[in-house]
């Protein structure tokens, strides 16, 4: 996969429980969506119905967790996720719990079961070796802790890359969305110094559609790219239409 070699992806994120929207975007050329699972209102059934139509569709389907937990982390891998992200890793000791909880042993403790990745069970030994090869784990880097310990996470065997959380990142230093702030802005200096000294993806993630600031990221050296969110597409089009409408009624 690109994103294995630090190749350019862009990507998107999900954030509505609604197969039909993860279709139409899976088929809108994104390289990978995100099936949101920490902030958003998402079920486990919803999560398994989006990484089908995402991976039929022919687009590598993701899911952000919920937390550094083998529970959430072994479900979001057993419905068929090539890989996930997982949120507010801090130190390297939490980068290599999240890689014991997605491999198989003896590499890892992954938990041992049949359900859509393992072709329903029929597929076990074919998923293995899949698995162990390609695996996608970014580690989310959305702490003030976390930009200070980059070099490490990103040294753990099994971390593909990361991705920056710039909102919990911000709020971590006080500072929440606020993402022109002198701290801020020097805490993501940092995880971008800390990118260009690794082999391994860098991500962030553009949440308000912004093709200048896109370009921007790329030109900096990120690979692993998400841009929008479903959610953001349609309340930016509801927010513009919204106010075409309001000006033709108040000139009936």
Same mark, same amino acid.
């Given at each position: 996969?690109?994103?294995?070699?630090?190749?350019?992806?862009?990507?998107?994120?999900?954030?509505?429980?609604?197969?039909?929207?993860?279709?139409?975007?899976?088929?809108?050329?994104?390289?990978?969506?995100?099936v949101?699972?920490?902030?958003?209102?998402?079920?486990?059934?919803?999560?398994?119905?989006?990484?089908?139509?995402?991976?039929l569709?022919?687009c590598?389907?993701?899911?952000? $967790?919920?937390?550094? =937990?083998?529970?959430?982390?072994?479900?979001?891998?057993?419905?068929? !996720?090539? /890989? +996930?992200? @997982?949120? #507010?890793?801090?130190?390297?000791?939490?980068?290599?719990?999240?890689?014991?909880?997605?491999?198989y042993?003896?590499?890892?403790?992954?938990?041992?079961?049949?359900?859509?990745?393992?072709?329903?069970?029929?597929?076990?030994?074919?998923?293995?070796?899949?698995?162990?090869?390609?695996?996608?784990l970014?580690?989310?880097?959305?702490?003030?802790?976390?930009?200070?310990?980059?070099?490490?996470?990103?040294?753990?065997?099994?971390?593909?890359?990361?991705?920056?959380?710039p909102?919990?990142?911000?709020?971590?230093?006080?500072?929440?969305g606020?993402?022109?702030?002198?701290?801020? $802005?020097?805490?993501? =200096?940092?995880?971008?110094?800390?990118?260009?000294?690794?082999?391994? !993806?860098? /991500? +962030?993630h @553009?949440? #308000?559609?912004?093709e200048?600031?896109?370009?921007?990221?790329?030109?900096?050296?990120?690979?692993?790219?998400?841009?929008?969110?479903?959610?953001?597409?349609?309340?930016?089009?509801?927010?513009?239409?919204?106010?075409?409408?309001?000006?033709?009624?108040?000139?009936?």
């Amino acid at each position: 996969m690109k994103l294995k070699n630090n190749q350019l992806t862009i990507g998107s994120w999900l954030s509505f429980g609604f197969p039909p929207i993860a279709e139409m975007m899976a088929k809108a050329g994104y390289d990978w969506l995100v099936v949101d699972m920490e902030h958003t209102g998402i079920a486990t059934n919803e999560m398994f119905q989006m990484i089908q139509v995402i991976d039929l569709a022919g687009c590598t389907p993701l899911v952000r $967790v919920g937390a550094n =937990d083998p529970l959430l982390i072994k479900r979001a891998m057993d419905s068929g !996720a090539h /890989g +996930v992200i @997982v949120p #507010m890793i801090c130190t390297p000791d939490e980068a290599k719990m999240a890689v014991d909880s997605i491999y198989y042993p003896p590499r890892g403790s992954r938990g041992v079961g049949l359900s859509r990745a393992q072709d329903y069970g029929l597929g076990f030994e074919r998923y293995k070796e899949w698995a162990e090869k390609e695996t996608i784990l970014i580690a989310q880097i959305e702490h003030y802790k976390a930009a200070g310990s980059i070099d490490e996470i990103l040294a753990v065997d099994g971390i593909d890359g990361f991705i920056i959380g710039p909102y919990d990142l911000s709020g971590s230093l006080g500072h929440p969305g606020n993402f022109e702030h002198p701290d801020v $802005v020097a805490c993501l =200096d940092k995880v971008t110094a800390g990118m260009k000294r690794s082999p391994k !993806a860098g /991500g +962030v993630h @553009v949440v #308000m559609p912004d093709e200048d600031l896109l370009r921007k990221r790329i030109e900096e050296g990120y690979t692993f790219v998400a841009y929008g969110d479903d959610m953001v597409f349609l309340a930016e089009k509801l927010r513009d239409d919204s106010a075409i409408v309001n000006d033709l009624l108040k000139n009936r």
